[in-house]
């Protein structure tokens, strides 16, 4: 989390003054940040807002994967949009699974709605995975008949080496190549969709493998810092 201590405040104060044609007051705030981690949100009334939660929702990842032109040429539309989909699928289910592993360890004040359900729901619905993203936090909520919904993003610059992403990356010749990756987390409340909580999380180099390899590093970040963590 991005955080400026009491110490740089004071240089601020006391140092940027006489020093404002030499030393712009960017060049510090750079300087203070050059450290920092993952950014995180968190209501400040997270606590009494949630209360009274007993179920969320996780849904399908909104994934994007921004291939080089040259890649482009050798991939379709449709390619590209089902292994978007494939991804957030996958992405999905590994963040579903990496709760359930670790319930007993955080003890969880929640309890996280199967997706099979959650995605049958919003099938059910004609609701498809690149409609989710038209409709509201609440209304969402309200059709999966949860008190919370977990969202997240992923914007990539290669495909991942899993499901569908395997025979794409062949054929792009991604396999095994570096990603950098741009994900986030979020939790908006059920009743007025109202954002509670956010994590932003750069990856790269190996961790942009696989989904597996990316969830865990997001969440092993994340958990330090999730809400709904008894602990």
């Given at each position: 989390?991005?955080?400026?201590?009491?110490?740089?405040?004071?240089?601020?104060?006391?140092?940027?003054?006489?020093?404002?044609?030499?030393?712009?007051?960017?060049?510090?705030?750079?300087?203070?940040?050059?450290?920092c981690g993952p950014t995180?949100?968190?209501?400040?009334?997270?606590?009494?807002?949630?209360?009274?939660?007993k179920i969320v929702a996780?849904?399908?990842?909104?994934?994007?994967?921004?291939?080089?032109?040259?890649?482009?040429?050798?991939?379709?539309?449709?390619?590209?949009?089902?292994?978007?989909?494939?991804?957030?699928?996958?992405?999905?289910?590994?963040?579903?699974?990496?709760?359930?592993?670790?319930?007993?360890?955080?003890?969880?004040?929640?309890?996280?709605?199967?997706?099979?359900?959650?995605?049958?729901?919003?099938?059910?619905?004609?609701?498809?995975?690149?409609?989710?993203?038209?409709?509201?936090?609440?209304?969402?909520?309200?059709?999966?008949?949860?008190?919370?919904?977990?969202?997240?993003?992923?914007?990539?610059?290669?495909?991942?080496?899993?499901?569908?992403?395997?025979?794409?990356?062949?054929?792009?010749?991604?396999?095994?190549?570096?990603?950098?990756?741009?994900?986030?987390?979020?939790?908006?409340?059920?009743?007025?969709?109202?954002?509670?909580?956010?994590?932003?999380?750069?990856?790269?180099?190996?961790?942009?493998?696989?989904?597996?390899?990316?969830?865990?590093?997001?969440?092993?970040?994340?958990?330090?810092?999730?809400?709904?963590?008894?602990?």
């Amino acid at each position: 989390m991005c955080i400026v201590s009491s110490e740089a405040l004071h240089l601020q104060k006391n140092f940027i003054p006489g020093m404002k044609k030499t030393f712009p007051a960017f060049f510090l705030l750079a300087f203070i940040c050059i450290s920092c981690g993952p950014t995180i949100y968190k209501s400040q009334d997270f606590t009494s807002k949630t209360s009274s939660h007993k179920i969320v929702a996780i849904l399908p990842a909104d994934v994007n994967i921004s291939l080089r032109p040259k890649d482009m040429k050798k991939t379709s539309i449709d390619q590209l949009n089902e292994m978007e989909e494939k991804t957030g699928l996958d992405i999905q289910d590994k963040m579903y699974t990496w709760f359930l592993k670790r319930s007993n360890k955080f003890k969880y004040t929640v309890a996280f709605q199967d997706i099979s359900k959650t995605n049958a729901i919003l099938l059910q619905n004609g609701i498809k995975q690149n409609d989710i993203q038209t409709k509201t936090k609440e209304e969402l909520a309200k059709l999966l008949n949860v008190d919370a919904i977990i969202s997240s993003k992923a914007t990539m610059q290669k495909p991942m080496s899993e499901g569908a992403a395997v025979a794409v990356g062949v054929l792009v010749g991604a396999w095994g190549a570096t990603n950098n990756i741009q994900t986030s987390i979020a939790i908006n409340e059920g009743k007025q969709g109202e954002l509670l909580w956010k994590y932003d999380y750069n990856a790269d180099g190996s961790v942009g493998s696989s989904t597996s390899n990316l969830v865990n590093a997001l969440m092993r970040n994340a958990s330090k810092k999730f809400p709904y963590n008894d602990k």
